[in-house]
C-alpha cells in the first residue's frame, strides 16, 4: 500500500469498546512519562491484563475505559516514541489516521 493510501485510509473504532480488546488490537502503549510503547505481548488475567513490551518493559492494566491511558489512546496523545522500541512511521500513521466515534466502528 502506498503512503498516500495509508494516509487516506481511516479506521473506525467504537469510542466505549472494551480495553483490553482495544490495546491488543492497535498494539501501541502510552505510558505514564508519555512515550509511546510497541506491545510485544498481551496478557490478560481478569479485569487486569499484562504487557510486555519490546524494550521488556511489563506494565500490569486495570479493564478501565475511562482511566488515563484509554484517554490517551482515544485522543492519541503521546509525548514522544520509546527509541528502544522502534515504533515503525507507519504504525504512527496509522494510529493518528484512527477515528475513535461514539456510535460508528468497529465494536472489536
Known amino acids: 500500500m502506498s503512503q498516500a ?14 480495553f483490553c480488546n482495544l490495546v491488543e488490537k492497535i498494539k501501541l502503549w502510552p505510558s505514564r512519562s508519555g512515550k509511546l510503547h510497541g506491545i510485544k505481548s498481551l496478557t490478560r488475567r481478569g479485569d487486569m491484563a499484562e504487557i510486555v513490551t519490546h524494550c521488556n ?3 500490569i492494566i486495570y479493564n478501565s475505559r475511562h ?37 460508528y466502528g468497529a465494536h472489536l
Open 67 to 103: 482511566g488515563r491511558a484509554a484517554r490517551w489512546m482515544r485522543n492519541k496523545w503521546f509525548i514522544s516514541v520509546c527509541p528502544i522500541c522502534k515504533v515503525p512511521e507507519w504504525k504512527l500513521q496509522k494510529y493518528s489516521s484512527t477515528v475513535m466515534n461514539q456510535h
Open 5 to 18: 493510501a495509508l494516509k487516506e485510509k481511516k479506521r473506525y473504532y467504537r469510542k466505549n469498546v472494551d
Open 57 to 59: 518493559r511489563r506494565f
